[in-house]
């Protein structure tokens, strides 16, 4: 099958009801995924471990000084979860192709940024935060990874990609940070992800700041979702694949042609960061309901409680509504189908697992009540 992991990107980030086409790319997608792995000498089956919905070598490296971090990470804080440059918006009615020819009517959710109390965020989850950026420099493009810290559900990375002249490994843009999250070019060389253990892979959504960014670097917000929650003392690493041509020449190859220069491609894994994890909360009331938060992200389990079928339980589009409420009388709407409203960095559905990164910051000691669908996780 031919592809490629922009293609890939494009299917896995539409918020569209299931139709044929749809299931179709989906089916394409996995073949996409597998044969990835198959590069990598990798065993793990998509199929197995994470059941997607429409919903959804020779490196130079070198450190930055600590003395320059402080500001660093200040800019982590605002990039995952502030509204300095990331601007609220509406919902949005407008139409898609349905790969037969035609159109299809989409709403983009409304989103909505607030500010972020910087302090706050350093007092919340700071000690978890990577001590200092990693500078990779691959090809013509400079990857500097800023900050990084995960949970057993998810992980937030700060990056910017570099090159003079323009960067054109990444493509970007507004449109593309409401709906899909930037992903790379069929012009680019090489692409890194991140993944943790033998089987928990990190699917994420890259969101470009387009006030910061330049043409000559692109300041990079990526919020990651494990397939498979990660255990104690297994260590995120940022997998780097060099190409042997562009990536639009590679994924064009079949056969033998696509072996043979598969079998070229060269990796690096760069351990991310020894932290260890952020906590993470649990409310568990058994058979009605279990879930699991932290200041970064939620999981719920959608299989107890929710009156869902085992198949329902499987499907993220059977999360209708998902509200946060705190103590002093405010809330935060994480997700609302019925108005239209998808207040988060990323969601995943992984098995019965309903995981959203949060796109502000949320302190769990302020947490009064949990609302899933008709579901009330009260905090005790």
Request: aromatic residues 10%.
């Amino acid at each position: 099958m031919k592809g490629s992991e922009k293609h890939m990107s494009e299917i896995l980030s539409r918020d569209v009801q299931v139709s044929d086409v749809v299931n179709q790319r989906l089916r394409d997608t996995y073949e996409i995924l597998e044969r990835r792995y198959e590069i990598s000498g990798k065993k793990t089956s998509y199929r197995k471990n994470m059941r997607v919905a429409a919903a959804a070598v020779i490196f130079v490296c070198c450190a930055v000084p600590s003395a320059v971090y402080a500001s660093v990470k200040s800019g982590f804080f605002e990039g995952m979860f502030g509204n300095a440059t990331k601007k609220s918006t509406d919902v949005i009615h407008t139409e898609i192709d349905d790969g037969k020819g035609g159109k299809v009517a989409v709403d983009i959710p409304s989103k909505e940024y607030v500010a972020v109390d910087e302090a706050k965020a350093e007092a919340l989850f700071g000690e978890w935060v990577m001590e200092e950026p990693i500078t990779k420099q691959i090809g013509e493009h400079t990857l500097t990874l800023e900050s990084f810290a995960y949970d057993k559900n998810g992980a937030l990375l700060y990056f910017t990609l570099e090159r003079e002249g323009g960067v054109t490994a990444l493509k970007g843009d507004m449109d593309m940070n409401l709906t899909k999250g930037a992903s790379f070019t069929d012009d680019a060389d090489f692409y890194f992800y991140v993944d943790c253990g033998e089987t928990a892979f990190g699917c994420e959504n890259i969101y470009v700041d387009i006030e910061k960014s330049t043409e000559d670097i692109l300041y990079c917000s990526e919020y990651i979702l494990w397939s498979e929650s990660i255990k104690e003392g297994d260590i995120p690493k940022l997998s780097i694949e060099k190409y042997p041509s562009t990536r639009g020449e590679l994924f064009a190859l079949s056969g033998e042609e696509y072996q043979e220069a598969a079998a070229k491609i060269e990796t690096e894994e760069i351990a991310l960061s020894d932290k260890g994890q952020i906590p993470v909360r649990n409310i568990d009331m058994g058979e009605k309901g279990y879930l699991e938060y932290s200041p970064v992200s939620i999981s719920v389990d959608m299989s107890k409680g929710m009156g869902l079928s085992a198949e329902e339980a499987q499907d993220p589009y059977y999360l209708k509504y998902l509200e946060i409420k705190y103590k002093d009388g405010s809330n935060y709407i994480v997700s609302d189908k019925e108005n239209c409203v998808a207040n988060n960095g990323y969601v995943l559905g992984a098995d019965v697992w309903y995981k959203a990164a949060f796109n502000r910051l949320v302190d769990p000691d302020e947490i009064a009540e949990i609302i899933v669908n008709d579901v009330s996780f009260p905090v005790s």
